[in-house]
Nanobody
């Protein structure tokens, strides 16, 4: 089992920045992928950014150039730096963990990000 604890959401004006954090604990394998997904009202949950333990990253086209994912493997923590936020970034953001050998999905409780003036 893996437990994920998120922090860092909130209300921000368009053009502003936020940083999300997610700390994993439990049965953490060295080979894993951590990332962020988001779900807006009435929409399906979709990927924002992921980062493998080896460093490979993947971003949704809508956030490329604005969001940066990073991680501290020693702390089993993943971060999402979000810059130049737009109203369409408003959603609940969920941390995700998948690890060797089963690659099951584990999810955090979600943190609300609201971009509004």
């Amino acid at each position: 089992q893996v437990q994920l604890v998120e922090s860092g959401g909130g209300l921000v004006q368009p053009g502003g920045s936020l940083r999300l954090s997610c700390a994993a604990s439990g049965s953490i394998s060295s080979a894993n992928t951590m990332g962020w997904y988001r779900q807006a009202p009435g929409k399906q949950r979709g990927v924002v950014a992921t980062m493998a333990s080896g460093g490979r990253t993947n971003y949704a086209d809508s956030v490329k150039g604005r969001f940066t994912i990073s991680r501290d493997n020693a702390k089993n923590t993943v971060y999402l730096q979000m810059n130049n936020l737009k109203p369409e970034d408003t959603a609940v953001y969920y941390c995700n963990f998948r690890g060797w050998p089963r690659w099951d999905d584990y999810w955090g409780q979600g943190t609300q990000v609201t971009v509004s003036s």
